[in-house]
């Protein structure tokens, strides 16, 4: 079993800043790419960003520039840092992982609960 658990939400201000954290546990062997998603409801689960093991990073167009991903493989733990927050960034934002569990060595694509971000105008 894998295990990821976001933290970090919250309500702020546009302009202002947050940092989202996201800790995988269980039967890890490895971890290949981990990402960030968000949903608006009534809307498509959307990528933010995704880092791969090696640390090359990819953004979605709209936080470019102003939201930046990173990892601590030793932690086996990812985080986002979204700088200059809009209104439109409000949504509920999920941690994924791809896995490699010790116990079977098999891949597989893990979630997290979400952590509810809200940017007030």
């Known amino acids: 079993q894998v295990r990821l658990v976001e933290s970090g939400g919250g309500l702020v201000q546009a302009g202002g800043s947050l940092r989202l954290s996201c800790a995988a546990s269980?039967?890890?062997?490895?971890?290949?790419?981990m990402a960030w998603h968000r949903q608006v409801p009534g809307k498509q689960r959307e990528l933010v960003a995704v880092v791969t093991s090696g640390g090359s990073t990819n953004y979605a167009d709209s936080v470019k520039g102003r939201f930046t991903i990173s990892r601590d493989n030793a932690k086996n733990t990812v985080y986002l840092q979204m700088n200059s927050l809009k209104p439109e960034d409000t949504a509920v934002y999920y941690c994924?992982?791809?896995?490699?569990?010790?116990?079977?060595?098999?891949?597989?694509?893990?979630w997290g609960q979400g952590t509810q971000v809200t940017v007030s105008s």
């Open positions: 994924n992982a791809d896995v490699v569990t010790a116990w079977d060595r098999r891949r597989g694509n893990y």
């Open positions: 269980g039967s890890i062997f490895s971890i290949n790419a």
